[in-house]
């Protein structure tokens, strides 16, 4: 097993040729040599030898992410008043027209900060996307923790993001077909602007 997976050397989903062609960062496996994918969880590379649950919809899923963790599930009661964490990366449907993977601790969102599509509001010269309402939820994976009392749960993170249709069009039928049904602008509450991002 190596020591450090390649894939943390890069923001999660941007795979370069270290982590493609290189070892499984799980067992050393010569990726050259065996068929490996992204884990539908930590997209991770994860050779076919680590693959713990191959989905032909979502993909393969790596031994640790398909581990249960300490807990087998919600049924169990924690040691000693330690805590139940719920961690799950879901597949959801945004309102903004982007499909995407997050991580969470706890339960699904009712709404998600993606992009500025939406629009978003600008204070003080910061600016604040509007959250997509969320559509549609699928688990991609779920599994559980005890830890210690007073454990903070991880903040949620947004691992990937891909439109939610190959080719959007207009539906004859309203209110359908056509995402985002909306495009939002900026609206500064104080007059300030946010500073510009280089691209």
Same mark, same amino acid.
């Given at each position: 097993?190596?020591?450090?997976?390649?894939?943390?050397?890069?923001?999660?989903?941007?795979?370069?040729?270290?982590?493609?062609?290189?070892?499984?960062?799980?067992?050393?496996?010569?990726?050259?040599?065996?068929?490996?994918?992204?884990?539908?969880?930590?997209?991770?590379?994860?050779?076919?030898?680590?693959?713990?649950?191959?989905?032909?919809?979502?993909?393969?899923?790596?031994?640790?992410?398909?581990?249960?963790?300490?807990?087998?599930? *919600?049924?169990? #009661? =924690?040691?000693? $008043?330690?805590?139940?964490?719920?961690?799950? %990366?879901?597949?959801?449907?945004?309102?903004? +027209?982007?499909?995407?993977?997050?991580?969470?601790?706890?339960?699904?969102?009712?709404?998600?900060?993606?992009?500025?599509?939406?629009?978003?509001?600008?204070?003080?010269?910061?600016?604040?996307?509007?959250?997509?309402?969320?559509?549609?939820?699928?688990?991609?994976?779920?599994?559980?923790?005890?830890?210690?009392?007073?454990?903070?749960?991880?903040?949620?993170?947004?691992?990937?993001?891909?439109?939610?249709?190959?080719? *959007?069009?207009? #539906? =004859?039928?309203? $209110?359908?077909?056509?995402?985002?049904?909306? %495009?939002?602008?900026?609206?500064?509450?104080? +007059?300030?602007?946010?500073?510009?991002?280089?691209?």
């Amino acid at each position: 097993m190596t020591s450090t997976h390649p894939c943390l050397a890069h923001r999660p989903g941007h795979h370069d040729d270290t982590c493609m062609q290189g070892p499984c960062g799980y067992c050393g496996t010569d990726l050259r040599t065996t068929a490996s994918g992204e884990c539908r969880s930590c997209l991770k590379i994860v050779c076919e030898q680590c693959d713990a649950g191959y989905d032909p919809d979502a993909g393969p899923i790596c031994a640790p992410c398909a581990q249960p963790g300490d807990g087998p599930g *919600p049924a169990d #009661s =924690p040691p000693d $008043g330690w805590q139940l964490h719920r961690l799950v %990366v879901f597949l959801l449907s945004l309102s903004c +027209g982007h499909q995407v993977s997050l991580f969470v601790n706890g339960w699904y969102p009712v709404a998600v900060a993606c992009c500025d599509r939406l629009g978003g509001t600008i204070q003080n010269g910061v600016y604040v996307a509007y959250a997509s309402d969320v559509h549609y939820v699928r688990v991609i994976s779920e599994r559980y923790e005890h830890r210690p009392p007073g454990t903070p749960p991880e903040p949620s993170e947004l691992r990937g993001r891909w439109p939610r249709t190959d080719d *959007p069009y207009r #539906s =004859p039928h309203p $209110g359908t077909g056509r995402y985002p049904a909306r %495009v939002g602008a900026v609206w500064s509450f104080d +007059g300030s602007i946010a500073p510009a991002t280089p691209s």
